[in-house]
């Protein structure tokens, strides 16, 4: 194994110890994981794809500029100089801003997300843009208007989506960490399907400010990392109340990072195993390792009873209405007027153009979200579809609610199955929209919940979910790391990535 790829496997905290110590510098560590990229990620056929765009030359003066300034003593951010990647959600200065839709192809914001900004400020060099979903709809990354992303454990095997890149990019190895968007679980089901962490902030905990927009009231973004720890950081550096998005809220997050003390104890706590999603429609396999979970938080001392949230088996249809009818509303600005590209068909006027835009730039999912949205809004219907689904979403959170008057947190699998082959679900849309029944009622909720592996069904892995109430972000955190802790226990030390099949231990796919 060489120097370079020994410099991937780090976590990023590590990364960021070495960089402090003068061990490393940012400049190398930046190179080592483009010279991983260059080598596996390639396009569809090639590769894993889980990047639409590679930016070396503004990665790499990054680096060099944070080891000149950490040379002279400069204060910096911890995490300054440790390389990350972004899904191609968030408008980025200085790099195409696609939402892997036709629509939006060579775009270039002209302004940057508050996210980005956070991270620029902090000095992570920005290796590039990540694959998903087209405008983020969808649980495979097949959707992308630029070819799917390939899951590394198998790569016939879809890595969930609409974050298959940002998951890819980490659990291969390229970066070290990824900025995510979660509307329903595009953050943690990719986690589930391919080993990483993944965590959906509270709602209001880090700025929507330059995150393309899909369904504004469930939109959220969060961190995309390999170890819980990892993830609480960037969590940290990104969150905070933002002017610009009117969301946000009024509070300090600086409580997440100390969360994670490795193997700490959680004597006193009740953590809630959702009887709804532990059983019908789950995987034996996911099962079996949910089960293990319950016992390794168990010896950490947490006292698991089981909660009914009756109206769990609503949030699916709810959010596939809700989120629909507020994505009809936000896509209206692709109307090849304002920006994006414009198709000009023949005898113009601006509908045509409009339409013809339209018709060409958004793919068979973005339409079909956009027809179905724009049905439940409309006069007629409007009460007995987006009414009826805004009723049950508070039904939903009124659970929750209950459900934290008995129990600390929630916990059940964060997927029904471990990931599928391509296009196995390609043609349809409800088996796919199921795969997110764990996951989206937290989005109905706007509290936090997390990925966390929870081991390997037929040399799969397998996501583990955990929430807590709104703001208690550190809470599911602690959790986590405490399962993640115990996981790694029981595998003799070895940490979940170092089960990775042996393609992607060497630089050569
Ligand atoms: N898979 C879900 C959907 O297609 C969630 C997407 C997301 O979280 N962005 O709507």
Not at 471 to 479: G, S
């Amino acid at each position: 194994m060489t120097q370079t790829t020994d410099l991937t496997r780090l976590t990023a905290l590590q990364m960021a110890e070495k960089l402090q110590s003068g061990e490393i510098t940012s400049k190398e560590l930046t190179q080592a994981h483009l010279d991983r990229i260059h080598a596996i990620d390639g396009d569809a056929e090639s590769g894993v794809h889980a990047f639409l765009h590679v930016n070396d030359k503004e990665a790499l003066e990054v680096a060099v500029e944070v080891d000149q300034l950490r040379a002279q003593g400069a204060e910096l951010h911890p995490l300054a100089g440790v390389p990350i990647a972004i899904k191609d959600l968030l408008v980025t200065v200085g790099q195409p801003t696609t939402a892997a839709s036709t629509i939006l192809k060579d775009w270039m914001s002209p302004y940057d997300a508050t996210v980005i900004r956070k991270i620029r400020e902090a000095k992570l060099p920005i290796l590039g843009k990540t694959n998903l979903d087209e405008f983020a709809m969808g649980s495979t990354t097949e959707f992308s208007a630029y070819g799917p992303t390939r899951n590394p454990w198998d790569t016939n095997r879809v890595p969930g989506g609409s974050g298959g890149g940002s998951a890819v990019a980490v659990a291969a190895f390229m970066a070290p960490l990824a900025i995510g968007t979660d509307t329903g679980g595009s953050i943690r089901q990719p986690g589930s399907f391919t080993g990483t962490v993944g965590a959906k902030p509270t709602y209001g905990s880090v700025s929507r400010y330059g995150a393309i927009a899909m369904a504004s009231s469930l939109d959220t973004v969060g961190p995309v990392a390999r170890t819980v720890a990892d993830a609480a950081a960037l969590h940290e550096l990104i969150a905070g109340h933002d002017p610009h998005d009117s969301t946000s809220l009024q509070r300090e997050w600086d409580d997440l990072a100390p969360a994670v003390v490795a193997g700490e104890d959680l004597t006193g706590l009740k953590i809630g195993v959702i009887e709804e999603l532990d059983g019908e429609g789950f995987d034996a396999g996911v099962l079996e390792c949910f089960q293990a979970s319950l016992r390794l938080l168990e010896d950490a001392g947490a006292e698991i009873v089981r909660v009914a949230l009756p109206h769990l088996k609503a949030a699916l249809p709810a959010y596939y209405l809700i989120m629909p009818s507020e994505a009809s509303s936000n896509l209206a600005r692709y109307d090849g007027v304002r920006y994006g590209n414009r198709v000009v068909p023949e005898q113009a006027t601006i509908d045509r153009v409009m339409s013809a835009t339209r018709a060409t730039g958004f793919g068979d999912e973005v339409k079909r979200r956009i027809i179905l949205g724009t049905y439940a809004l409309s006069a007629g219907y409007y009460d007995a579809y987006y009414g009826s689904a805004q009723k049950v979403r508070t039904l939903v959170q009124r659970d929750f609610a209950a459900a934290f008057e008995k129990v600390d947190a929630l916990i059940s699998p964060t997927t029904p199955t471990t990931a599928i082959a391509l296009g196995e679900e390609l043609d349809d849309p409800i088996a796919m929209y199921l795969n997110d029944v764990a996951t989206l009622p937290s989005n109905l909720a706007g509290i936090p919940a997390i990925s966390v592996p929870g081991g390997l069904a037929s040399n799969m892995p397998v996501g583990v979910q955990i929430q807590a109430p709104a703001t208690e972000d550190a809470l599911m955190y602690r959790i986590g790391a405490a399962l993640e802790t115990g996981l790694k226990a029981s595998h003799d030390g070895a940490d979940f990535f170092s089960l990775l099949p042996n393609a992607y231990e060497s630089d050569a796919r």
